[in-house]
């Protein structure tokens, strides 16, 4: 049967596997859900408290469970069933969201309980993480693999688009508390779609015959032996402490340098996720995993220098047209650094380097996230995001100048899942450039 003419383009080549259609229509509903929630939480705390100090501690603790626990959840990943993984993280989030909603409809919301119940969502996203990265691979061909990646990254960013503008609307008209609830609906939507997938049963694991400690070993091990993984996990948590802190600050931008209310932050969250979204879309059409680490050099370096720029900007629609280079360039890299992982990567070694993935890049954040809210009361929140730029600008370029050596690490391992070409008997591979 002919298929439809939009699954036929390579663009969308990954929607012909029904799981993965299944999996990416229920992502994009509840991530939207996700957005509204971050940026209804957001201007609630800074509502209550006018502290770029709280909404930096409030990312601490949403995101440190993720650095403490994140390689644990990568051992049950590769352990368990990641599929049953996912269903239960999923509706372990549901009930955090309806908590959330219910105090602050109720009118008890204090900053105290949005901590809490950050660090709960924190120790949720630590094993959900893990295994929905892992399931990714689960869900297409290898040869999809890089498509699904940058195709799950446009999804993300579509709702990123959505969710903050829907957010500012609604905290405008109905408060923080309905965003809150319409965040746990959302969730209903891929735990629907995680149960009507139908996937063959799970060999099982050969972690299962080790003690936590050892396989926790085995994988950190392993992923400093490997020196292509190791580089662009280190490269992944500068970004983290010195980058991804800027999200945490946007509050700050909007209603102290731009004099605006929610639904300026709604806009310029929203530019971000545009970006993104272009940037996930033009990887998506990439056939190869091949050039990776150029773009990924590229991507980062562009990433710091935009937000070295949106930092000095004082023009609203000047800061809007560089959040979209500042989400263009952070998603590429993001997307780049995750498609190579998980390539590189074993399959028995998958669910603990994607766990140290999401530790490199989300456990990371919260350091940067607090030590951005305390110098934003000190020195301004213009200086943190161009410090944290310029940071991850230079991390850029010294990726560049070390991708030869990256590059001739990776080769073997491309070469034994027969990406690359097998070399000839002069010994260069043909035809092939891995960078």
């Known amino acids: 049967m002919r298929l439809p003419f939009i699954l036929e383009s390579p663009l969308w080549r990954s929607l012909r596997h029904r799981n993965y259609r299944l999996y990416l229509i229920g992502q994009l509903v509840s991530v939207c859900g996700t957005w509204m929630q971050q940026v209804a939480q957001s201007w609630l705390v800074y509502r209550l408290t006018g502290s770029a100090t709280l909404l930096g501690l409030v990312g601490f603790a949403t995101q440190i469970p993720v650095f403490g626990l994140g390689a644990l959840g990568g051992v ?16 372990a989030a549901l009930l955090q969201a309806i908590i959330l909603s219910g105090l602050t409809l109720t009118g008890w919301i204090q900053p105290l309980h949005i901590i809490l119940l950050g660090v709960i969502l ?36 579509a709702a990123r688009i959505i969710g903050p503008g829907l957010a500012g609307i609604v905290v405008a008209k109905l408060g923080e508390g309905t965003c809150f609830l319409i965040n746990a609906v959302s969730y209903l939507a891929v735990i629907v779609a995680l149960l009507a997938m139908k996937l063959a049963p799970q060999e099982a694991a050969p972690t299962k015959q080790l003690s936590l400690a050892h396989s926790l070993a085995e994988g950190i091990r392993y992923t400093l032996d490997t020196v292509p993984i190791r580089d662009v996990l280190l490269l992944l948590s500068v970004v983290g402490v010195m980058g991804m802190p800027y999200i945490t600050l946007m509050p700050v931008f909007a209603a102290d340098i731009h004099k605006s209310g929610a639904d300026a932050l709604g806009l310029m969250m929203g530019a971000i996720g545009l970006g993104a979204l272009v940037g996930a879309l033009g990887l998506a059409r990439r056939k190869s995993v091949i050039g990776l680490g150029r773009v ?39 997307a780049a650094c995750n498609t190579a992982l998980q390539t590189l990567a074993d399959d028995a070694m998958r669910g603990r380097v994607m766990s140290l993935f999401s530790m490199m890049l989300v456990g990371m954040a919260p350091f940067g996230s607090l030590i951005a809210g305390w110098a934003s009361d000190r020195i ?38 027969g990406i690359i070409i097998e070399p000839t008997t002069g010994g260069e591979a043909v035809g092939v450039d891995p960078t």
């Open 76 to 91: 049950i990943s590769d352990r368990y069933s990641s599929h049953r993984v996912a269903v239960w993280t999923q509706s």
């Open 380 to 417: 301004g929140a213009p200086w943190v995001v161009a410090v944290g730029g310029a940071g991850c600008a230079l991390a850029g370029l010294v990726f560049a100048r070390h991708l030869p050596r990256l590059v001739a690490a990776a080769r073997p391992i491309l070469i034994a899942r």
């Open 122 to 157: 924190g120790v949720v996203n630590a094993f959900d993480m893990p295994a929905r990265q892992a399931l990714m691979h689960k869900l297409v061909a290898v040869d999809d693999l890089p498509n699904a990646v940058a195709l799950n990254s446009s999804m993300i960013n």
């Open 296 to 334: 990924i050099a590229i991507a980062t370096t562009g990433f710091g220098l935009a937000l070295i720029a949106f930092s000095f900007s004082k023009l609203f629609w000047l800061s809007l047209l560089l959040l979209t280079g500042v989400g263009m360039g952070w998603m590429v890299q993001i």
